[in-house]
Nanobody, 120 residues
Framework: QVRLVESGGGLVQPGGSLRLSCDAS????????MGWYRQAPGKQREFVAV???????NYADSVKGRFTISRDNAENTVYLQMNSLKSEDTAVYYC??????????????WGQGTQVAVSS
């Protein structure tokens, strides 16, 4: 079992920045990829970004060039630096992880989510 706890969400003005964090605990030795999804009101949950244990990354087209995912393997933490935020980035952001050794593998575990609201 893996437990994921997100933090760092909040209210920010358009053009602003936020950094989300996700701390993993439990059977962390099995984790290969960690990443983020988000779910806006009335919409399906969508992929945002992912990073492997070796630092390979992938991003949704909608966030490329604005968001950066990083990972501290020693601290079992994944980060999502979000810059140039737009109103359409408003959503609950969920951290996830999987032990499957494929960058875009489906999540095995989810965090509880952290709210990001972009509004003036």
């Amino acid at each position: 079992q893996v437990r994921l706890v997100e933090s760092g969400g909040g209210l920010v003005q358009p053009g602003g920045s936020l950094r989300l964090s996700c701390d993993a605990s439990g059977s962390i030795f099995s984790i290969y990829v960690m990443g983020w999804y988000r779910q806006a009101p009335g919409k399906q949950r969508e992929f945002v970004a992912v990073i492997s244990s070796t630092g390979i990354t992938n991003y949704a087209d909608s966030v490329k060039g604005r968001f950066t995912i990083s990972r501290d393997n020693a601290e079992n933490t994944v980060y999502l630096q979000m810059n140039s935020l737009k109103s359409e980035d408003t959503a609950v952001y969920y951290c996830y992880c999987t032990s499957r050794r494929h960058l875009m593998a489906s999540p095995d575990y989810w965090g509880q989510g952290t709210q990001v609201a972009v509004s003036s």
